[in-house]
């Protein structure tokens, strides 16, 4: 009777494996390919680089934080609504480069001469560093390290509208950088989200480690060029 208890256990345990690893299915030609172990693995290594990163850039964190906090009116921290991995709502979190209710109801993208973002705002956005806090979204489990860019719903029902493919995006969890975000760069309309979105639908069928890796390696060079916007 005991035996039987433990393989029932067993079998519960290896049907949770299954839940947890289950992949997002799609009708689409970018049908996210790799396995759980992978996934698992993926899983890890944005974890463990997240930790570290966090660890070894805490000075610089800190000392970001209390210039914004000190440089414009409003918090050091800010966090926004965005969709991940199955479609799920997260709370994404940067360093404040706006100035204070700089939204109405209806959500807008930057553009080049936007007069919302700060001073201070403008010199972390073009080094990324408005981005570092997202090392805590990867530690929660809402994001990765490389991985589509995530977007608000309003913008993603907007691109729906016109390619219906967007949903393949949501098959793995959203990153702090993407081969959208290399390739392409910030989209300022949802014309150029679309032109994005072919990059970011050509990384489902190029996941692996060593594709992270080459990602990763393109972003500090777009941090050093001073790319963002």
Known sequence: MQELKKNNQVVKKHSSLRVVFKQRRVNSEYELAVSPYSYFFKHLFDFSLAMVSLILLSPILITLYLITKHSSVGPGFYHQKRIGLNGEEFHI???????????????????????????????????????????????????????????????????????????????????ITSLGQIRFGYAHSVDQMLRRLKYEQLYLKRVSFWTDIKIILNTFGSVAKAKGK
């Open 93 to 175: 979190f940067k360093f404040r480069s706006m100035k204070v209710d700089s939204e109405d109801d209806i959500p807008m993208l930057t553009n080049n001469n936007d007069n919302r973002i700060t001073p201070w705002g403008r010199f972390m956005r073009k080094y990324y560093l408005d981005e570092l806090p997202q090392l805590l979204n990867v530690i929660r489990g809402d994001m990765s390290i490389v991985g589509p860019r995530p977007e608000r719903k309003y913008f993603i029902d907007k691109i729906k509208e016109k390619n219906g493919d967007f949903d393949s995006l949501l098959q793995v969890k959203p990153g």
